[in-house]
């Protein structure tokens, strides 16, 4: 199992950017892919989750301006940030847990210890 988040850079205030998390090694139909970021001195947070069966789950600091999609076919994970703030600086990485989370029967994945695959991080920092 292989993950790997990419597309980060620098970007001003107001700005957007798209990360890519491309996945390898299982079907990503059949698993939920958590997005978390971890700015520079503090824990790691989550950020989103993608379920395998379709529905979205996004942390309360970036609903309405962060979005995120699949597209299983090619094995990708995308995060798409909008209308970003300097408190949107830090390291972004894509996770996928061992066994599935399902929407209907799970709580929110939303701690490092739900996920078992971790993707390098990208970097963003948003500029004031």
């Known amino acids: 199992v292989q993950l790997q988040a990419s597309g980060g850079g620098l970007v001003e205030t107001g700005g957007s950017l798209r990360l890519s998390c491309a996945t390898s090694g299982f079907t990503l139909d059949n698993y939920a892919i958590g997005w978390f970021r971890q700015a520079p001195g503090k824990e790691r947070k989550v950020v989103g989750i993608?379920?395998?069966?379709?529905?979205?789950h996004l942390a309360d600091s970036v609903k309405g301006r962060f979005t995120i999609s699949r597209d299983n076919a090619n094995n990708m994970v995308y995060l798409q940030m909008n209308s970003l703030k300097p408190e949107d600086t830090a390291v972004y990485y894509c996770?996928?847990?061992?066994?599935?989370?399902?929407?209907?029967?799970?709580?929110?994945?939303?701690?490092?210890?739900?996920?078992?695959?971790w993707g390098q991080g990208t970097l963003v920092t948003v500029s004031s």
């Open positions: 993608a379920w395998s069966e379709g529905g979205r």
């Open positions: 996770a996928a847990p061992e066994r599935n989370y399902y929407a209907d029967y799970d709580r929110f994945p939303c701690v490092e210890r739900d996920y078992d695959y």
